[in-house]
Nanobody, 124 residues
């Protein structure tokens, strides 16, 4: 059974950097899309960035593309989210996700596998 586990969340000050990791097990996602979502209390989960299997380029959301980056290390079954210059309003829970298919979808319902989430808190 596929499993995704996030790590690396925590408390940082505004302007700091943080790198989240998503370790996968149970199956390979080499030929599958993987992505990072985030969700604030009372709001919908939004796609932060994602990568297709077999590609080197990450597809990032407009609000983070100059500060965040997604990368994958498929031999290590791990995906990363590098976050720079964090803002207090980015105090949310971050989730990693994967799809059976190798296409990127903005809607959460199209993603098949999810981690439990990791909290990031940015103090001002």
């Amino acid at each position: 059974q596929a499993r995704l586990v996030e790590s690396g969340g925590g408390l940082v000050q505004a302007g700091a950097s943080l790198r989240l990791s998503c370790a996968t097990s149970g199956r390979a996602f080499t030929n599958s899309a993987m992505g990072w979502f985030r969700q604030a209390p009372g709001k919908e989960r939004e796609l932060v960035g994602a990568m297709l299997g077999g590609e080197d380029r990450a597809h990032m959301g407009d609000s983070v593309k100059d500060r965040f980056a997604v990368s994958r290390d498929d031999p290590r079954n791990t995906m990363y989210l590098q976050m720079n210059n964090l803002k207090p309003e980015e105090t949310v829970v971050y989730f990693c996700a994967a799809r059976e298919r190798n296409t990127i979808e903005f809607t959460t319902g199209f993603w098949d596998f999810w981690g439990q989430g990791t909290q990031v808190t940015v103090s001002s």
